[in-house]
């Protein structure tokens, strides 16, 4: 894809190794990205707790037809856009890292717990996340 | 018409482990599928942050306990990757042998279970008698059958042997996969089950994340070991099909296993050739990666698969993420099984070639 | 059957006991003879299809239990007898209970209709064949009594399924019977047997003009039977095990006992309508070159049932090979192919299996 022109349009994005990392309006951006440069396919979307209190979200675009990938990357708090309008595929990543991560996805219709059983405390991934002995009582 | 809520699985004789869609039935046609998954959750990505890479090793191979050397191959690619370890020529023939063996294996599995599902109770032992035969070399050179534990980082754990009974498989199994071909693809009821059922196209498949067989059964050339350096010196053909239905996946696998026979000759070659064993080996006592993000990718026998390892530096990785294909195939249920009736969910939900250690991690 | 009831009331005449003793018993004893007759055959079955299917599929199939697993079937039995019979909360209690036992009347009944030999049919009617249709397609009333009391919704498709399939395969299944009984000018068993006995040996049996109606009724009986590539009502990939899911212990073994005798007994009505049941294929009986001339004139009779059995496993042994290689129907297909390929060719067979009889005239009276 041409880096050239996709600065022009998107000001707030910086080139970091290979990934883009942009500030805000990610929903837009992916839509760009997909409609324009055909990056047809959503890999995966990764997340990565900092250790400050924000999550790294980096979703993995490729497109078949150049067989080529990009990353673009957005550092969230609690809350994120939702892409999966556009992926659907990005309901079933979205639902993980809701469960693993404890971000809530904005316009993902499908968010609950998805391997921890209902009801269980905390978020397993962040840096933060408490392991204690205190059992879940199941009949609840 | 009033809808009926059918809870099918965890314990279910065809959702292949634990899986649970949680169905709503007007009759016997499904209006809408919620997969429920987590029954086998190991926390694998959790672990890897308390442990250091050797010891995650053993592991990994559990990720998939059908396609085990897959992710062997893919953490150890990583490591190596990551400090800049050159393979030599044989032990990457090595490795790709026991890509393709495993390969071969865990579609043989499927092809039972898949007709097993189907109602259809012999391939299943037929495809387990040959695929015993790949287990059993698999328990020759590493001491397992399935967790295999074979690769380390920087090359193998020993040198290749006992590579006539390799040159045996591969003589006996085309045979064997001409006799399933006889036995179940022109099977009148085979091909009213399975035409035309569960459509798959093209945009919907991208959208769903779909890879592999799946994705190639819809009309896609889309095969990850064509830019994969273990396979530089190979030549194949990815199969592509563009039947976009349960049969063509069926067949998908079926022709995948000739053409993985087809490279496994090529590699016999290459070993032939190339006697001397040779690696890099590491200390993995003290085993650290460079501080960054690393990914690797592979075409496990279920679509993409590829780690991604954030390191800071430390004993352990800071973040480590496996995707695997099993996860959007999953995902795609949701779909796919909307309109189908009942017993052409279990055949669609079957062609999709779903394990569920590899959707729960 | 009259000349045993003679044999039998004279047996008893000399030990001096009165004649209605003997006329009470008399329909006693076939059914014990009957149940216990069952038990054995049904035993033997499990085991003939267990070793069948374990040397289709390259295994040894039982082999511990007994000399060659002999006696595996009847370990199962007993373990099933010791088992807890659990009746599932919320399920309708008297019906759940009365499912078993509406299955194993039918059955019972349908084995004492077929001729064994020329003297001994247990209920010898003029319509005996009417007698088995109706009772044949019984069992669905317990399939679906069972499905619909278990409260349990994988039973409850098992028996809509039943239902749907047997409404589907009893209709070209009667036309078939039909041509049989006008090529055999009877509904007599054993009287279609004689008619087929006017040529030599195979040749005269209506297998052979009728092999139209032979294979419809083949497919019909192992559709009617829940049988493998039809036996959607418990698929066990799809619905568990269909309609018996929730029984377990002797109620359990009641179910699957009748499976097997209506296997048996369906078995034994094709062999029967088609295969010349205890005709002998060679054109005459053995035993009188067999036997001495003294005990040959009784052995003629077990030489028939010989043939009827042996020609009841052939059968037999054809319907378990298709269970180890056909997949299991889709339900829509398994009831287009009735109605629509089924049907119709059973009714083109019905004609032209009467002017089949009416161009060879007497050759098939």
């Known amino acids: 894809m041409n880096w050239a022109e996709f600065k022009n349009i998107f000001n707030d994005c910086r080139l970091e190794g290979e990934k883009i990392i942009i500030e805000s309006n990610l929903l837009k951006t992916i839509e760009f990205i997909k409609t324009n440069y055909h990056f047809n396919m959503l890999k995966e979307i990764i997340a990565s707790d900092n250790g400050d209190g924000t999550t790294e979200l980096t979703y993995r675009l490729f497109s078949p037809e150049d067989e080529e990938d990009l990353m673009i990357s957005i550092n969230v708090k609690d809350e994120a856009e939702s892409i999966s309008s556009i992926f659907e595929s990005a309901v079933a990543d979205e639902k993980e890292i809701f469960d693993l991560f404890g971000v809530k996805f904005i316009g993902n219709s499908e968010l609950k717990r998805l391997y921890m059983p209902e009801g269980w405390r905390g978020n397993p991934l962040r840096k933060d996340y408490q392991e204690n002995d205190e059992r879940l009582t199941w009949n609840e | 018409m009033s809808k009926l809520k059918l809870n099918l699985g965890p314990q279910h004789p065809s959702t292949h482990g634990v899986l649970r869609l949680i169905l709503e039935l007007e009759g016997e046609k499904i209006s809408s599928c919620e997969p429920d998954v987590g029954y086998l959750h190991r926390g694998m990505e959790k672990m890897a942050e308390k442990l250091s890479y050797i010891q995650y090793l053993p592991l990994v191979d559990r990720i998939d306990y059908l396609a085990g050397f897959f992710y062997s191959e893919l953490f150890c690619r990583t490591v190596e990757k990551a400090l800049g370890i050159e393979l030599s020529l044989r032990v990457k023939a090595v490795r790709v042998l026991l890509l393709e063996l495993n390969r071969i294996a865990s579609h043989l599995l499927w092809m039972g279970s898949f007709l097993m599902d ?72 085979f091909i009213q089950r399975t035409k035309g059922k569960g459509i798959l196209d093209k945009e919907t498949a991208f959208n769903f994340g779909i890879t592999g067989v799946n994705l190639r059964a819809s009309g896609i050339n889309l095969d990850f070991r064509k830019k994969d350096y273990l396979y530089e010196e190979i030549e194949f053909n990815p199969v592509v099909l563009d039947g976009c239905d349960a049969a063509a996946r069926y067949k998908g696998r079926i022709l995948e296993m000739k053409e993985s026979i087809k490279i496994i000759s090529q590699v016999l070659e290459i070993l032939r050739l190339e006697k001397e064993f040779k690696q890099q080996l590491i200390n993995p006592l003290n085993l650290t990666l460079p501080e960054g993000e690393y990914i690797q990718e592979i075409e496990a026998p279920r679509g993409l698969a590829s780690i ?54 | 059957m009259n000349y045993l009831y003679f044999l039998y009331i004279e047996f008893l005449a000399k030990h001096n006991i009165p004649q209605l003793f003997g006329d009470l018993t008399f329909y006693i004893i076939p059914c014990c003879i009957i149940f216990a007759a069952l038990l054995v055959v049904v035993l033997a079955l499990v085991l003939f299809e267990r070793k069948l299917l374990g040397w289709f599929t390259q295994r040894k199939g039982p082999n511990r239990v007994g000399f060659w697993g002999i006696l595996q079937t009847l370990a199962d039995a007993f373990k099933l007898l010791c088992k807890e019979n659990i009746t599932p909360r919320g399920a309708e209690r008297f019906l759940f209970n009365l499912a078993p036992v509406v299955i194993f009347v039918p059955v019972m009944i349908a084995l004492g209709l077929i001729p064994y030999s020329s003297e001994f049919t247990f209920m010898n009617f003029q319509t005996n064949l009417l007698i088995f249709i109706v009772i044949g397609a019984m069992p669905v009333l317990s399939i679906l009594l069972a499905g619909w009391a278990s409260n349990n919704k994988y039973s409850l498709f098992g028996a809509m399924r039943s239902v749907a399939q047997i409404l589907a395969y009893e209709l070209p299944m009667a036309f078939v019977i039909l041509s049989v009984a006008a090529l055999g000018s009877s509904l007599n068993l ?38 493998c590539p039809f036996d959607l009502p418990e698929a066990e990939s799809e619905l568990i095990c269909g309609y018996n899911t929730e029984y377990s212990g002797m109620r359990f073994a009641i179910f699957y006992l009748s499976e097997y005798s209506m296997l048996f007994a369906n078995s034994m009505l094709l062999a029967v309508l088609f295969l010349g049941g205890f005709l002998s ?85």
């Open chain 2, 118 to 189: 189907l109602g259809a109770v012999s391939p299943f032992f037929y495809a387990f008698r040959e695929r015993e035969l790949i287990l059993k070399y698999f328990e020759k050179i590493s001491g397992q059958r399935m967790m295999n534990n074979y690769f380390v980082f920087g090359g193998l754990r020993r040198d290749i042997a006992f590579l006539e009974d390799v040159e045996n498989i591969i003589k006996i199994l085309p045979d064997k996969i001409r006799d399933y071909e006889n036995l179940i693809t022109e099977n009148p009821i």
């Open chain 2, 308 to 361: 991604y390892i954030k390191s800071t530096g430390e004993k352990s990785p800071y973040r480590l993420k496996w995707r695997t294909g099993s996860y959007y195939s999953v995902n795609l249920l949701r779909n796919i099984l909307k309109g189908a009736y009942l017993n052409d969910a279990i055949a669609i939900s079957g062609s999709l070639d779903i394990i569920l250690p590899e959707v729960d991690k």
């Open chain 3, 190 to 227: 054993t009287q279609i047997i004689y008619a087929q006995s006017t040529r030599t040996g195979m040749f005269g049996w209506f297998g052979i003009p009728c092999i139209i109606g032979f294979v419809i009724m083949f497919i019909c009986v192992v559709a009617e039977l829940n049988r």
């Open chain 3, 281 to 365: 294929p060679l054109g005459k009986y053995l035993s009188p070159i067999i036997f001495p001339p003294e005990i040959s004139g009784v052995m003629v009779y077990f030489e028939q049932a010989f043939w009827l059995f042996a020609k009841t496993f052939l059968i037999i042994f054809v319907i378990i090979w298709i269970r180890a290689t056909f997949p299991r129907m889709a339900q829509f297909d398994l009831l287009k192919f009735s109605w629509a390929i089924l049907l119709p060719v059973s009714i083109l067979n019905f004609f032209l299996m009467v002017i089949f009889k009416y161009l060879t005239g007497g050759g098939y009276v």
